[in-house]
């Protein structure tokens, strides 16, 4: 009795340990991306700060105006990013399924081109423009690769065509850059890159909200991709309705990738990496448990990758890409060994 006890407790107290130390990461992170950069600010500075202690102005400035904005757009980049990066893998049944591997942060770059580089004036329109363009851009990518999943059912394939699409947008893009007068060029090369340092607090509510819309959405929706689990078949068995439910699942990731990709440039390997992250750390499949896990392990990890493409110091960092691509690649590498290209 007492050894089923012991078993018991140790069990439940592995099952809240997710929820103890998620937190409290995301919290260090987000304080070490306050603290840390080409000016270090001693923790006592940052608490003074946010509670109207007597603190200089130039470090006011710095957290408040530069870093903290920074920190936020990684936070909402990164659940973002990972929830759409599950969404996706659930719905191709494919563990190498994501935005940046199938084509759909290429096609939300394009449609954002489009808006930066063609697109008159800077105002709001010309921002409300270029988060339609592109949710508009992710969207129709997202819907060409379900089409094609339809009929290719071998991962690898599926893969190789979803890394031929965003090879073909890219070429696109190129050919617009040509046309785009020269001082929207030098813009739009530096939002490629990938960054979370261009959002200022006039941008941020525009990108939260969009966010926090879609994972609402994919809160209220996860009861019913467990059934994907052992594939659409399956499902219908089980009375889901598949299409519609196929339809959602799209529209939900394309409003998630086209989101980061319209105000931070295309973000690599995070919709991959952390989806199987969260599985490892959550030690469950089930999307009421994993989609919460996944979205704590996304803000964490790209505040982080954040934090370590500023170490460096001085004025210029590393590109954001070249962070994640290190984090990712090596996960994304795992998972085709293991035969997770199904």
């Known amino acids: 009795m007492s050894c089923s006890t012991t078993e018991s407790s140790s069990r439940s107290l592995r099952s809240l340990l997710p929820w103890i130390l998620l937190p409290m990461a995301l919290v260090i ?9 080409s000016a270090s600010i001693p923790v006592s500075s940052i608490w003074a700060i946010f509670s109207g202690g007597d ?4 470090w006011k400035t710095i957290v408040l105006d530069l870093r903290l904005p920074r920190v936020v757009s990684a936070i909402l980049a990164g659940a973002a990013l990972s929830s759409s990066g ?27 081109a489009l808006a930066l580089l063609l697109a008159p004036g800077d105002g709001l329109i010309s921002r409300l423009g270029l988060l339609g363009c592109s949710f508009a851009g992710a969207f129709i990518t997202m819907m060409l690769v379900a089409l094609i999943g339809e009929r290719v059912k071998r991962g690898g394939t599926l893969l190789i065509l979803g890394l031929m699409i965003g090879y073909t947008v890219n070429a696109v893009v190129s050919v617009l850059i040509q046309w ?21 607090w006039d941008r941020i509510p525009w990108m939260a909200s969009s966010v926090f819309l879609g994972l609402a959405l994919a809160f209220v929706g996860r009861r019913f991709w467990d059934a994907f689990l052992l594939g659409e078949t399956c499902a219908a068995t089980v009375g889901a309705d598949v299409p519609r439910i196929r339809r959602r699942m799209i529209l939900i990731s394309a409003l998630l990738a086209g989101t980061v990709t319209a105000f931070c440039g295309p973000v690599a390997f995070l919709g991959v990496a952390v989806p199987h992250m969260a599985r490892g750390i959550s030690g469950s499949a089930r999307h009421g448990r994993l989609l919460p896990v996944t ?19 001085g004025a210029s960092s590393l590109p954001l890409n070249s962070v994640t691509s ?13 035969g997770g290209d199904r």
């Open 29 to 37: 992170v987000a304080l070490a991306g306050l603290c840390l950069g």
């Open 55 to 58: 603190v200089s102005s130039s």
């Open 86 to 112: 599950l969404i996706m893998q659930t719905l191709f049944g494919n563990g190498l399924a994501g935005p940046s591997v199938l084509g759909v942060s290429s096609g939300a770059s394009l449609g954002a």
């Open 180 to 200: 785009a007068p020269s001082e929207r060029v030098h813009g739009f090369v530096s939002w490629s890159f990938g960054t979370f340092s261009g959002i200022g």
């Open 295 to 313: 979205v704590l392990c996304g803000a964490s990890l790209a505040v982080a990758a954040d934090l370590l493409s500023r170490l460096p110091g």
């Open 326 to 338: 290190l984090i990712g690649a090596p996960v994304v590498a795992w998972v085709v060994f293991r």
